[in-house]
């Protein structure tokens, strides 16, 4: 069943008691997510695509918007991004791949952001009261394969050994 009701066309995914509206292109790479007991709140195959009507109201996102042409994003709560992001590290080799989702000034480096959130944000009666609960981590479109691949590879309970990795992208 494909549904086209937000910016792009999403697919049903179930794994176990989970289910959820997702985005065609991620789909698969959730379904494994979750597989791997990980959790997610919410994903795009496409930010820019996304958020392309914002800069009409908020004209000094027009830069961003357009720099997220092509990066998908996966949101997380903390502790389940970060086993994620160690999962995908283990489970492929300590290649290109790895120094863009390891090292910010790699060439097309993932973005992984911790979010501080406020209740109040949600609940503007409370106080003002921030913890960390969201990890969101942005990638190229063209990691997804190499991505989804190591996510299978860690469900099946294989890893690399840990080796040197070429480093020159980043000066090291």
């Known amino acids: 069943m494909t549904s086209y009701e937000g910016t792009h066309p999403n697919v049903l995914v179930r794994v176990g008691d989970r289910h959820a509206q ?13 597989e791997c007991g990980f959790d997610t709140f919410t994903c795009c195959q ?4 996304s958020n ?3 800069p009409e109201t908020l004209p000094h996102m027009a830069e961003w918007v357009e720099s997220r042409r092509g990066w998908m994003l996966i949101d997380f709560p903390v502790d389940s991004g970060l086993a994620f992001l160690s999962a995908v590290a283990n489970a492929g080799p300590r290649d290109a791949f790895y120094v863009r989702m390891t090292h910010w000034a790699a060439p097309d480096a993932w973005d992984v952001t911790i979010k501080p959130m406020d209740a109040a944000m949600f609940q503007e009666e409370l106080p003002s009261r921030f913890r960390l609960q969201l990890l969101q981590v942005s990638f190229p479109a063209y990691d997804l394969p190499e991505l989804t691949r190591r996510l299978r590879e860690h469900a099946a309970g294989r890893s690399v050994p840990p080796a ?5 992208t980043v000066g090291r």
Not at 22 to 34: M, V
């Open 164 to 168: 040197p990795t070429d480093w020159s």
């Open 46 to 49: 496409d930010v820019g695509e």
């Open 52 to 54: 392309a009507d914002w």
């Open 22 to 34: 997702i985005d065609e292109q991620l789909a698969p790479t959730i379904q494994a997510i979750w």
